[in-house]
C-alpha cells in the first residue's frame, strides 16, 4: 500500500511540476528597428535614419534646433518616400 501513496505522490508531483513550469514565450515581435516597407511610416523611418526626429505632423522646414544642412540631407535622402497629394 505504501508503494502505491509514494507513486501517487510522485505523478502527482510531476503533473504539479508540468503545470508550473514557464509557458513558451511569445514568438518575437517585429523589432523597433525594422525597416518599414515602402508605406506607412517609411518617410518618418528614413528622417529618423538620417538624424531628424519623428513630427507629430507633415513637416516642411527643420524642427526648432535642427541643424540646416542635416535636414536638407535627410529630406534629400528620402524624397522618394515622402507622400504626395491625395487622388
Known sequence: ???????????AGAMMAGCSAPSQPPPPSTPSSAVP???????????????VPAAPGPVSEPPPGMDAATWEAAMSECSSLAPGPAG
Open 1 to 11: 500500500m505504501r508503494r502505491i501513496g509514494v507513486a501517487a505522490l510522485a505523478a
Open 37 to 51: 516597407s515602402v508605406g506607412h511610416g517609411s518617410f518618418a523611418y528614413c528622417l529618423s535614419q538620417h538624424g
